[in-house]
């Protein structure tokens, strides 16, 4: 079993970043990604990263946030520059056991996902 907790939401203004934190405890796992849910819209998929450091992006996402992960720390990190109004949302760190994320755009059904943490509350203004 996995647990998850994110850490690193706060209120920003426009254009400024954040970095996010997901902390993995109990058994390791392998593909982590990150979600965010606006209020009122579904949960959407940011990014994902494979066990061995691979990532894939929302292509919206690709030139304004990284994902990266410390397989030492069994951390998963979303760095996020240039922040708008519109990425306000709760964000989510979510795993699977299998070490690579699902291929093409799948890795963005939520359903490919056997864990979740609580959210990470993001404001920008």
């Known amino acids: 079993h996995v647990q998850l907790m994110e850490s690193g939401g706060d209120s920003v203004q426009a254009g400024g970043s954040l970095r996010l934190s997901c902390v993995a405890s109990?058994?390791?796992?392998?593909?982590m990604a990150w979600f965010r849910q606006a209020p009122g819209k579904e949960r959407e998929g940011v990014g994902a990263?494979?066990?061995?450091?691979?990532?894939r992006y929302a292509d919206f996402m690709k030139d304004q946030f990284t994902i990266s992960r410390d397989n030492a720390k069994n951390t998963l990190y979303l760095q996020m520059n240039s922040l708008k109004a519109e990425d306000t949302a709760m964000y989510y760190c979510?795993?699977?056991?299998?070490?690579?994320?699902?291929?093409?755009?799948?890795?963005?059904?939520?359903?490919?996902?056997?864990?979740w943490g609580q959210g990470t509350q993001v404001t920008v203004s």
């Open positions: 990263i494979d066990g061995d450091g691979r990532s």
């Open positions: 109990g058994s390791t796992p392998r593909c």
């Open positions: 979510a795993a699977r056991v299998g070490f690579y994320c699902p291929t093409g755009s799948r890795w963005r059904d939520l359903s490919g996902y056997d864990y």
